[in-house]
């Protein structure tokens, strides 16, 4: 199995920055694209951003020109740089990477998800 674990949020006022994490570990064989979710309360999960295996990128239009996502192929690890907060930002956050798990030829494709972390935005 492979578990995602998040790191990087708290509290912020607005305009304001953070920068989340995600690395992924265990019986990794590659991980193809990966991306960032929130959920705001009562409100359905929703994409902010996703990255390609091969670099390409994708935002949300309400996140466009102040969120960056990127990843570290080296360490199996995502970012979400965010800037500009804004009181709408406030949500947990969740890592997600599309998964090919296991050693040749028992490999398995499958989504892994993280525990998710709040993000606040507050005055």
């Known amino acids: 199995q492979v578990q995602l674990v998040e790191s990087g949020g708290g509290l912020v006022q607005p305009g304001g920055s953070l920068r989340l994490s995600c690395a992924a570990s265990g019986s990794i064989f590659s991980i193809n694209a990966m991306g960032w979710y929130r959920q705001a309360p009562g409100k359905q999960r929703e994409l902010v951003a996703a990255?390609?295996?091969?670099?390409?990128?994708n935002y949300a239009d309400a996140v466009k020109g102040r969120f960056t996502i990127s990843r570290d192929d080296t360490k199996n690890t995502v970012y979400l740089q965010m800037d500009s907060l804004k009181f709408e930002d406030t949500a947990v956050y969740y890592c997600?990477?599309?998964?090919?798990?296991?050693?040749?030829?028992?490999?398995?494709?499958?989504?892994?998800w993280g525990q998710g972390t709040q993000v606040t935005v507050s005055s």
């Open positions: 990255i390609s295996s091969g670099g390409r990128t």
């Open positions: 997600h990477a599309a998964v090919r798990g296991g050693v040749p030829p028992f490999i398995t494709e499958y989504d892994a």
